[in-house]
């Protein structure tokens, strides 16, 4: 393995990457619907389910929409797809109407449970008689939440993250023995939602593209006096809906509770965290508010001797070594050798995938016999932790593509691909990080990294 040395990771006056999100929405093909079905219906018959119970709501509904192709908003829904393709939308009062917009044929079924509080429930069925309807008695069902769980104590199968009042009809129409929790359908190890094909990353690119080309413009908004809320209106923008809270937080974090930008005005020496994310990719930036190191309190001067260039460096490993085939223990494993978990104290998976969830699951762990794909999106999260010093973050996102996705890439959507390849080339040429020819950017400032906020001076690779 090629070795890395902090001392290699240099501040340096370079180019910053140009802005590149087209600003156009690419829609999922018809076709690709009916693949991700076809996907799904394969699942179901190898694991023999008869029928897959999908919950919704507006922070849990990714697998749902994967489907039907929006989010219940405010209200919980269920989507019940059978092998046979036969498929129930059971929709509250506000998204009843929502049913013929799905992509998938389906029959609407009318649950006023799933309503906001106090409106009508001039129903005069049970929510088990409601069920009853999606023919579901007496079948083998999978119940699909949100969440893949993996404990090493509980039967996993037995785990659901829906409602209990859904739970309990099901239990009372199918018998608690024929109920089991299927996600890892959708999200597990080789599940239907880690691969993507061309026009699912094209879709994805835009918001991944969008979230960079706002970070960017908050980074070179940063002067003393701008308040948080000013930043956190560059960051949210268009109207599209963010995948996580945008923070844009100076100094002490959290006070009485509170998550969101506030008048706060960024001063000198504050600490600094920037991050917005979008369906298919997030962008975090973290350091502080100085121009360069003779500006900082004297007890963090060596704060980018301290952890700025490990982290770099760590990030410019993972770009380096992360391919098609990998494990997700030959990651781990790299990055613990780089970044020493015992010194920088980082506790979660060094890089996880993402799709209209920030976080949709990783193959990256301790011992994890997972292997990278071809088509999965892939966010540069490592966080380290230092005591006594403000943190520090350049997370972005890309795409895995062997040469067969790749050539598709290119031949399907040539602007994109061609934007992708412009990336790469600011990033080997600017950054000095020698990418793996299976890394496709999906952003123009993936690794570009400005610690000192106050200056435009990027951490880059000194190869003489």
């Given at each position: 393995?090629?070795k890395?040395?902090?001392e290699?990771?240099?501040?340096?006056?370079i180019?910053?990457p140009e802005?590149?999100c087209t600003?156009?929405?690419v829609?999922?093909?018809?076709k690709?619907?009916?693949?991700?079905?076809?996907k799904?219906?394969?699942k179901?018959?190898q694991r023999?389910?008869?029928?897959?119970?999908i919950?919704?709501?507006?922070?849990?509904?990714s697998?749902?929409?994967?489907?039907?192709?929006?989010?219940p908003?405010?209200?919980?829904?269920?989507?019940?797809?059978?092998?046979?393709?036969?498929?129930?939308l059971v929709?509250?009062?506000?998204?009843?109407?929502?049913v013929?917009?799905?992509?998938?044929?389906c029959?609407a079924?009318?649950?006023?449970?799933f309503?906001l509080?106090?409106?009508?429930?001039?129903n005069?069925?049970?929510?088990k008689?409601?069920?009853k309807?999606?023919d579901i008695?007496?079948?083998?069902i999978?119940?699909?939440?949100?969440?893949?769980f993996?404990?090493?104590?509980?039967?996993?199968?037995?785990?659901?993250?829906?409602p209990?009042f859904i739970?309990d009809?099901?239990?009372e129409l199918c018998?608690?023995?024929?109920?089991?929790n299927?996600?890892d359908?959708?999200?597990?190890e080789?599940?239907?939602?880690?691969i993507n094909?061309p026009d699912e990353?094209?879709h994805?690119?835009?918001?991944?593209?969008?979230a960079?080309?706002?970070?960017?413009d908050?980074?070179?908004t940063?002067?003393?006096?701008?308040?948080e809320m000013?930043?956190?209106?560059?960051?949210s923008r268009?109207g599209?809906r963010n995948s996580?809270?945008?923070?844009?937080?100076?100094?002490?974090r959290f006070?009485?509770?509170?998550?969101y930008?506030?008048?706060?005005?960024?001063?000198?020496k504050?600490?600094?965290?920037?991050t917005?994310g979008?369906?298919?990719?997030?962008s975090s930036r973290?350091g502080?508010?100085?121009?360069?190191?003779?500006?900082?309190?004297?007890d963090?001067?060596d704060y980018?001797?301290k952890i700025?260039a490990?982290y770099?460096?760590?990030?410019?490993?993972?770009?380096e070594?992360?391919h098609?085939g990998?494990?997700?223990k030959?990651?781990?494993?790299l990055i613990?050798?780089?970044l020493?978990q015992?010194?920088?104290?980082?506790?979660?998976?060094p890089?996880?995938?993402?799709a209209?969830?920030?976080?949709?699951?990783?193959?990256?762990?301790?011992?994890?016999h997972?292997?990278i794909q071809?088509?999965?999106?892939?966010?540069s999260d490592?966080?380290p932790?230092?005591e006594?010093?403000?943190?520090?973050?350049a997370?972005?996102?890309?795409?895995?593509a062997d040469?067969?996705?790749?050539e598709?890439i290119?031949?399907q959507?040539?602007?994109m691909?061609?934007?992708?390849?412009k990336?790469r080339?600011?990033?080997?040429?600017?950054?000095?990080?020698?990418?793996h020819?299976?890394?496709?950017?999906m952003?123009s400032?993936?690794?570009?990294m400005?610690?000192?906020?106050?200056?435009k001076?990027?951490?880059?690779?000194?190869?003489e």
């Open positions: 393995m090629k890395y040395n902090y290699d990771a240099v501040l340096k006056e180019p910053e802005k590149d600003l156009i929405p829609d999922i093909s018809d690709t619907i009916e693949q991700r079905k076809q799904i219906i394969e179901m018959n023999k389910i008869d029928v897959l119970l919950y919704a709501d507006l922070e849990h509904g697998n749902f929409e994967y489907l039907v192709g929006f989010l908003r405010f209200e919980e829904a269920l989507l019940v797809f059978h092998k046979d393709q036969k498929a129930y929709m509250g009062n506000e998204n009843l109407n929502k013929s917009k799905a992509r998938l044929q029959k079924i009318h649950a006023p449970y309503s509080p106090n409106q009508p429930m001039n005069t069925k049970s929510f008689d409601i069920m309807e999606t008695e007496n079948k083998r999978g119940v699909v939440g949100w969440k893949n993996t404990s090493l104590y509980e039967d996993n199968r037995q785990l659901y993250d829906i209990v739970m009809a099901l239990i018998g608690k023995e024929n109920i089991t299927q996600t359908i959708f999200i597990g080789n599940g239907v939602r880690t094909e990353i094209a994805y690119e835009f918001g991944a593209s969008l960079s080309d706002c970070m960017l908050a980074l070179n940063l002067q003393e006096g701008v308040t000013e930043i956190g209106d560059i960051l268009y599209q996580v809270v945008t923070i844009a937080a100076f100094g002490q006070i009485k509770g509170n998550m930008p506030t008048q706060r005005e960024l001063q000198l504050d600490t600094v965290s920037l917005v979008y369906k298919g990719g997030l973290a502080y508010a100085v121009h360069f190191t003779s500006e900082l309190d004297e963090v001067q980018m001797h700025c490990p770099f460096i760590a990030i410019a490993a993972w770009l070594n992360i098609v990998m494990t997700g030959e990651m781990y494993d613990n050798d780089v020493p015992e010194k920088y104290h980082w506790t979660l998976c890089g996880h995938l993402t209209d969830e920030e976080w949709l699951s990783s193959p990256i762990y301790e011992n994890s997972e292997l071809s088509g999965m999106l892939l966010q490592i966080i932790f230092v006594g010093y403000g943190g520090v973050s997370e972005s996102t890309i795409c895995i040469i067969k996705l790749r598709k290119k031949e959507y040539p602007e691909y061609q934007r992708m390849i990336r080339k600011y990033i080997i040429e600017n950054l000095g990080i020698q990418l020819e299976d890394v496709l950017p952003c400032t993936l690794a570009y400005r610690p000192f906020m106050l200056s001076q990027a951490i880059t690779i000194n190869h």
